[in-house]
């Protein structure tokens, strides 16, 4: 995998994205495990998690075709089975932008393994999106993608809303992952999308607040009284302008999956908060029928 890449992804994935592991095995990650094991040659994999029935899943995250792929894995299988002695499942979550073409087994006369590859791009993307997770945000370009304006959109307007240091760091990852996907990048090089100080919400207030002190005479509880009103109303603004995004999305994955949805549950959605939609967005990747998803 491209250095960058490699890097860029290995971040996002240790800060163990639920709803993404959710949609591969699931289950929940409860912790990484050490990912260093001692041999002759070094080696390391990607990740390995404890999910929450005490088995071990690792991934390895690949941007390109390896015809070596499979032996790798057998290789990660006898050294992690080895060291944890745990129940393991393999994964090749393949990001890469040309189409998938690696084995998923090695079958010879007296050996037969397997593992699972996956092709991100069978996710469907607004799962991610609705995701409190910036990284499982970041992740959604990967993934499949019908309108990469809006995917766009709706991550820079999440990187926007957080503090510029944060969102600095969230525009270079979300920029290097655009290079894994042509057609993200040519978007993303023709919108007016660099995270300034200016766009934040705390540069903005900070800037409210020097322009408030320096009016002469004001008493210094007017000031603070002033400042802390316009903070609140921005925070309800914001916090309004994100349930509002989750309930648009959450809206369009339950249409795809059922069809046309009763008038009571599209009330019940417009009246949720962002918990119970982030609650009801994880029962939608196992549900069967809308009744499993919003019964009393």
Known sequence: MTMHYDLTLKQIFHTIPQRLLKVLTGRSGLEIMNAEYPSVKKRQPDLVL????????????????????????????????????????????????????MPDNISHATLNYS?????????????????????????????????????????????????????????????????????????????PIRVRAEDTLFYEIKKQIAEEASIQGMNEGKIKGKIEGKIEGKIEGKIEGKIEGEYILMLRLLQKRFGELPQKIIDRLKAADCDRLEEWAMLLLSAKTLDEIFEE
């Not at 990284?135 to 499949?144: H, P, Q, T």
């Open 50 to 101: 404890r999910l929450d029935d005490g088995s071990l899943f690792h991934i390895e995250i690949q941007s390109d075709n390896d015809d070596s792929m499979a032996w790798r894995m057998l290789e990660y299988y006898q050294l992690i089975y080895r060291y944890y002695q745990l129940p393991l499942s393999q994964m090749v979550l393949y990001v890469g932008n040309s189409r998938c073409q």
């Open 115 to 191: 593992f699972q590859v996956l092709d991100i791009r069978t996710i469907d993307s607004e799962i991610l999106l609705t995701s409190p997770a910036m990284e499982e945000n970041l992740v959604a370009l990967l993934a499949k993608v019908t309108d990469e304006h809006e995917v766009l959109q709706v991550v820079l307007d999440k990187i926007r809303s957080l503090d510029i240091n944060r969102g600095e760091d969230y525009f270079k990852q979300l920029d290097i992952l655009a290079g894994l996907r042509p057609r993200f990048k040519r978007e993303l090089d023709i919108m």
